[in-house]
């Protein structure tokens, strides 16, 4: 596609359940980058890969989140034991290098935990 | 902190005046870079500015940025009510993009 690919764009579950987020990056981007964003704050940084590897994942809030990049293409952001604080948008972005010209931003995950 | 400040959180002006947010941070940069948001999705870029750089244009925009008091401008001229949006001043270091919270901007008709 075109653009950033963020699927599901709504996704409700129950506390405690296991999500999946997935985010197909621009074809031949090598850098893509996991925001969460809450209402009425900016974009929080949780991880940013660098091809394969995981080059910065310092934002990641605890060890329930976890986000893989196996072929350096789709990302899938993992959460574990979901809490109901999870509740956010939840973006992901790619760039062509490695983040000196723009971030493209897919439309986001918007992740209801009840 | 590694994020930027966006001052003002918000802005309501009347269409065709110009609206001027500001972001200050505290970290050394390479570049830095204005986003704006519609309706809580998708983040898109609007302009990036180098840390060697200390103005950009892009059609109604205009960015400046001063490093040695680590600030920058966005000004937005003869606004539209279709500029109504969040703007994010977002920072690029050895850290990955960093945004800040953002100034939401109102543009009435």
């Known amino acids: 596609g075109a653009g950033v690919s963020q699927t599901p764009s709504n996704k409700v579950t129950e506390k405690g359940k296991y999500v999946e987020l997935r985010c197909d990056p621009i074809s031949g981007h090598t850098a893509l980058y996991w925001y969460r964003q809450s209402l009425g704050q900016g974009p929080e940084f949780l991880i940013y890969f660098q091809g394969t590897g995981a080059a910065d994942d310092s934002g990641l809030p605890n060890d329930r989140f976890f986000a893989v990049r196996p072929e350096g293409s789709v990302s899938t952001l993992k959460i574990q034991r979901t809490e109901r604080g999870d509740s956010a948008v939840y973006l992901c972005?790619?760039?062509?290098?490695?983040?000196?010209?723009?971030?493209?931003f897919g439309q986001g995950t918007r992740l209801t935990v009840v | 902190s590694q994020q930027g400040e966006e001052d003002p959180q918000a802005l309501s002006i009347q269409e065709g005046e110009n609206a001027t947010m500001n972001c200050s941070y505290k970290?050394?940069?390479?570049?830095l870079q204005w986003y704006r948001q519609n309706s809580g999705r998708g983040l898109v870029h609007l302009i990036l500015i180098r840390s060697n750089e200390r103005e950009k244009h892009s059609g109604r925009l205009r960015v400046t940025l001063d490093t040695s008091k680590k600030s920058s401008s966005l000004l937005i001229t003869a606004s539209r009510a279709a500029d109504t949006a969040s703007y994010f001043c977002?920072?690029?270091?050895?850290?990955?993009?960093?945004f800040g919270k953002g100034t939401r901007l109102s543009v009435i008709a």
């Open positions: 977002a920072l690029k270091g050895n850290t990955p993009l960093v």
């Open positions: 972005a790619s760039s062509p290098d490695r983040g000196n010209t723009e971030a493209f």
């Open positions: 970290t050394s940069i390479n570049n």
